[in-house]
T-cell receptor, first 110, second 114 residues
């Protein structure tokens, strides 16, 4: 059974702080890793993808992958109230069929 | 490009009724997916298709059926609706290959079975 685990939260951070979201996965053969953001009542949208160990930065977002420890994380720098959403971690093995975690709710308060 | 479109946006069904959720994408993606999302939960895969004429079961297929006669369309059929099928349904598409495994989601259909 492939599993993707996320802390459901909510994770509450003050505006301007760094939000750190974590995800662990059970399938060592996983190759592609994604973070989706989902606002309440809306559909998920991709914000980051990562395929190799290490860090990948895109604006205020940094994805970190450690395949040996089987975790992927998302850092959001200078958090804004508009970042308040649920963040879904998704993992893909070779079949291109993703497995999603339950998501972590992030609240950024002014 | 309209991307992925879904109809209807909302629907209320009575127990035992049937309906079809429509999904269309105009990005020429070969992979399409149906998910359901219950409150506070992640996305559960119902069915997926890797191309026209090819479909396969996901994690929670019971009570649902799909067909894929064209690249663009991937309808989801609910037969004999049950309260347990109350959920938000998302259709998605992707074009796997290389680094490009991003899923593009439709706006969702909110279904209530009473």
């Amino acid at each position: 059974q492939k599993e993707v685990e996320q802390n459901s939260g909510p994770l509450s951070v003050p505006e301007g702080a760094i939000a750190s979201l974590n995800c662990t996965y059970s399938d060592r053969g996983s190759q592609s890793f994604f973070w989706y953001r989902q606002y309440s009542g809306k559909s998920p949208e991709l914000i980051m993808s990562i395929y190799s160990n290490g860090d990948k930065e895109d604006g205020r977002f940094t994805a970190q992958l450690n395949k040996a420890s089987q975790y992927v994380s998302l850092l959001i720098r200078d958090s804004q109230p508009s970042d308040s959403a649920t963040y879904l971690c998704a993992v893909i093995r070779g079949s291109y069929i993703p497995t999603f975690g339950r998501g972590t709710s992030l609240i950024v308060h002014p | 490009n309209a991307g992925v479109t879904q109809t209807p946006k909302f629907r209320i069904l009575k127990i035992g009724q049937s309906m079809t959720l429509q999904c269309t994408q105009d990005m020429n993606h070969n992979y399409m997916y149906w998910y359901r999302q219950d409150p506070g939960m992640g996305l559960k895969l119902i069915y997926y298709s890797v191309g026209a004429g090819i479909t396969d079961k996901g994690e929670v297929p019971n009570g649902y059926n799909v067909s894929r006669s064209t690249t663009e369309d991937f309808p989801l059929r609910l037969e004999l609706a049950a309260p347990s099928q109350t959920s938000v349904y998302f259709c998605a598409s992707s074009y796997p290959g290389g680094d490009y495994n991003e899923q593009f989601f439709g706006p969702g259909t909110r279904l209530t079975v009473l």
